[in-house]
DNA sequence: CGTACAATCGGTCATAATCATTCATCTGAC
DNA sequence: GTCAGATGAATGATTATGACCGATTGTACG
């Protein structure tokens, strides 16, 4: 009866969802754009806005509408990732080079994972387990990817999962390969931490991986913290930037840890 | 049961199918385009259609029909969220007013119950167990409430953890009140789902609480979907919205379950 | 500092497409 | 023949859309 199907536009619903995917990507999109993108009125572009709006998916400004930061509006952790970046993507290239499709991989909490995690979305037949809320949704949409949260009480201030629940959860998962960030490391004292109730958390993490990989540029290293986490000997590899200082690349080499400079 | 076959050339159910292959291939169809490629009326192509999404293999949208499992951003949940968002925003407000401080509640996955996650953000000395992703981005930043995270595996359609990871997870905790969403409600048959890996974890969650609360608009009201869930009586408290069919609040009532008309 | 101008916003309204529901008809099975 | 399920047409309800208009906001200019 009817045979207007060529009618190019997308009706309704998931226009928004291509939208979104558009001021996600571009930042900032006007209204303008947005009727010319797709064909549509400007009372349209509005009403798709505010539809989205107010799922809280992004942030509608005058004359358009930005990302809403929300889900990865991180604290703490938003201002650290920016420190040291370049250093982070390096390390975080250098540890994704260690994964080899088909494996199950271990990812912790630090934005120096998770810029490692970025590099995995569109690996195909990994498995992630995870305790960092970051992580879970950076690979939360990947398809080619099985992804296992922990579970936990959240901790707020880094977006991560802490507990028993998590502990439980742990000693229901192995891993090839445990990928976790650390506050510093130091030869003589191991693997600290600023959190004593982490702690816990991290000892079970460090006890599901054949191989423990640690991360962490060189700010933290030859750095002693609150908490002792493991002594050196638990780690396999320490992937660091070239910014660490000599003695304690060699020290550490000296004691058995292969350390990977990116 | 057999089916006929008459005149046209696909008949019943083995048509369901090819228009699921056309669905999956193309990623989007019109209704127009499928009554023209069976040739068959509006009204049965509507049909398939809803029997192919009752059974969560497609995604109904305005126009047509898309993929019910698609890796790009996000899925099916934002289609859906903004059906009866209006209905399901009431049905949040009146969930919230069942809710005081110092109390634990769980909260499931689902459009509706994520309104409601909205509503809590600012209440203070509030314990919220969940198994739902967008749940928890919702409510990580909240200062004032205790978040406590189930884990397991990801199912990346309705982002919301499921499996033996989450069951053992909910075996931990306790809570005051269970407020869950469903994909049908019917006197007879209780609360049914769509997917069926999830039917234990929803069992489990049904478990921990004292009161368990369904929110379901008016469009799950006197529906029966592929998978039982619990039976009515597991449910203590309904919240619909007021298009709910009359006959159908009188029946739950009788049965001794609370309905809440927002 | 205030005014004028332009852009943008939020609302109403009419229109057309789409949807859900009802009812009558058809087909094949028993 | 009777029956159940499937189908198609018709109807009223719902939704998406675009145009319009007054209100609001931002900005340039005197």
């Known amino acids: 009866m009817r045979t207007n199907a060529q009618k190019t536009a997308f009706p309704g619903p998931d226009r928004q969802g291509l939208i979104l995917d558009l001021i996600n990507r571009r930042q900032r999109v006007s209204i303008a754009e947005i009727c010319e993108a797709f064909g549509i009125s400007e009372a349209t572009a509005r009403r798709d806005l505010e539809a989205l709006d107010q799922r809280g998916l992004i942030c509608k400004v005058r004359g358009g509408a930005i990302p809403a930061r929300r889900a990865p509006a991180e604290p703490p952790i938003l201002q650290r990732s920016n420190q040291h970046l370049e250093e982070k993507q390096r390390i975080a290239r250098a540890a994704a080079a260690l994964i ?40 939360a949409s990947s398809g080619g990817i099985t992804l296992v949260g922990l579970g936990g009480v959240l901790r707020s201030t880094e977006l991560s999962f802490i507990g028993h629940i998590t502990e439980q959860a742990l000693s229901e998962v192995r891993a090839d390969k445990v990928f976790i960030g650390i506050h510093a490391v130091d030869v003589g004292e191991g693997l600290t931490n600023a959190y004593l109730p982490e702690t816990l958390t991290d000892r079970a993490i460090l006890k599901i991986g054949r191989e423990i990989i640690v991360l962490a540029d060189h700010s933290k290293c030859g750095r002693v913290s609150t908490a002792r986490v493991a002594p050196i000997n638990a780690v396999h590899t320490l992937i660091t930037d070239t910014g660490a200082p000599q003695e304690f690349v060699e020290a550490l080499r000296q004691v058995g840890v292969r350390v990977i400079l990116a």
Chains 1, 2 share one sequence.
């Open 100 to 139: 080899q499709e088909g494996e199950t991989v271990f990812l912790g909490s630090g934005s120096t994972v998770l810029e490692l995690a970025r590099l995995l979305r569109s690996y195909n037949n990994l498995t992630v387990i995870t305790n960092s809320l970051p992580v879970i949704n950076e690979l």
